[in-house]
């Protein structure tokens, strides 16, 4: 069956902020960024979508703040999923 691979690659950035439970005072900011990937397979014949993969390696860093000293974490994470057509069945 003929198909097309279809790529697109996002630029990702995350900041999330929040408070820590049972600790007044103290926050928590976290910001990362990299890069996801994610591919398609594509039927050329009826434009159905067969595999769609996807994955991205992000790092950033923690940091909790409100203590006399802030404390910062490198950290690090990555993801890879498949969606795949599966036919027959009931």
Same mark, same amino acid.
């Given at each position: ?10 630029r990702? +950035?995350v900041?999330?902020?929040g408070?820590?439970p049972?600790? @007044?005072?103290l926050? =928590?900011?976290?910001t990362?960024?990299?890069? $996801?990937?994610?591919e ?10 067969l595999?769609?993969t996807?994955?991205? +390696?992000?790092?950033?860093r923690?940091?909790y703040?409100?203590? @006399?000293?802030?404390? =910062?974490?490198?950290?690090s994470?990555?993801? $890879?999923?498949e ?7 009931d």
């Amino acid at each position: 069956m003929p198909t097309f691979l279809i790529r697109a690659d996002a630029r990702l +950035e995350v900041r999330a902020e929040g408070a820590l439970p049972n600790q @007044p005072g103290l926050r =928590v900011i976290t910001t990362m960024e990299g890069l $996801e990937t994610n591919e398609f397979i594509v039927a050329q014949a009826n434009g159905r979508m067969l595999l769609r993969t996807r994955s991205a +390696e992000l790092s950033g860093r923690m940091e909790y703040i409100g203590m @006399p000293q802030a404390v =910062v974490l490198d950290v690090s994470r990555s993801y $890879e999923n498949e969606i795949r057509l599966v036919e027959g069945g009931d």
